[in-house]
T-cell receptor, first 110, second 115 residues
Framework: QQPVQSPQAVILREGEDAVINCSSS?????VHWYRQKHGEAPVFLMI?????EQKGHDKISASFNEKKQQSSLYLTASQLSYSGTYFC???????????FGSGTQLTVLP | DTAVSQTPKYLVTQMGNDKSIKCEQN?????MYWYKQDSKKFLKIMFS???????INETVPNRFSPKSPDKAHLNLHINSLELGDSAVYFC??????????????FGPGTRLTVT
């Protein structure tokens, strides 16, 4: 079942902060975050695993609430380059592949 | 230097034709994937191979047949193309045998248009 992302779209000014949420109805083992710019491939941002392990870029922060099966991606002091569509991909412990959400389109204006 | 490459980048063809998309990764990864991204940007896995062995085969029509000659290559052949096959197809790769534990590296995508 596809995870639900919110908001679907967000517009902000350079320097502002944004939070993108991802929730699932299933018990999750792993949450991935990717960013896709228009016409380009998705690019890895972060992995969060059950138990607290995280791997990702230093400038990206995210959380994983295992009890609520929710993850949030925090974008602080946004830059123009942050614009794009953000996808979360989730998996239960028994899964071998990710199921992606429908994406959150982030637009950063000067 | 390209980590995951795909050819062609664009593919325009008529209904009923057969076409192939090629993918290569130079990251030394064990697992490769094919994803389909539709016009609404929904990204859905189609196949996954680990060391040339098929490990994931989602509900994809039999017209789609992946082939992995070695662990660095994963090709996708599509028979009898239909209008609904129009989409962007991404190849990706990752370490290990499970796509849920390691980051995935995506190729640039192949935009397939069926007329």
């Amino acid at each position: 079942q596809q995870p639900v992302q919110s908001p679907q779209a967000v517009i902000l000014r350079e320097g502002e902060d944004a939070v993108i949420n991802c929730s699932s109805s299933k018990a999750l083992y792993s949450v991935h975050w990717y960013r896709q710019k228009h016409g380009e491939a998705p690019v890895f941002l972060m992995i969060l695993l059950k138990g607290g392990e995280q791997k990702g870029h230093d400038k990206i922060s995210a959380s994983f609430n295992e009890k609520k099966q929710q993850s949030s991606l925090y974008l602080t002091a946004s830059q123009l380059s942050y614009s794009g569509t953000y996808f979360c991909g989730t998996a239960e412990s028994s899964a071998r592949q990710l199921t992606f959400g429908s994406g959150t389109q982030l637009t950063v204006l000067p | 230097d390209t980590a995951v490459s795909q050819t062609p980048k664009y593919l325009v063809t008529q209904m009923g034709n057969d076409k192939s998309i090629k993918c290569e990764q130079n990251l030394g990864h064990d697992t490769m994937y094919w994803y389909k991204q539709d016009s609404k940007k929904f990204l859905k896995i189609m196949f996954s191979y680990n060391n040339k062995e098929l490990i994931i085969n989602e509900t994809v029509p039999n017209r789609f047949s992946p082939k992995s000659p070695d662990k660095a290559h994963l090709n996708l052949h599509i028979n009898s193309l239909e209008l609904g096959d129009s989409a962007v197809y991404f190849c990706a790769s990752s370490q290990g045998t499970s796509g849920i534990l390691y980051e995935q590296y995506f190729g640039p995508g192949t935009r397939l248009t069926v007329t």
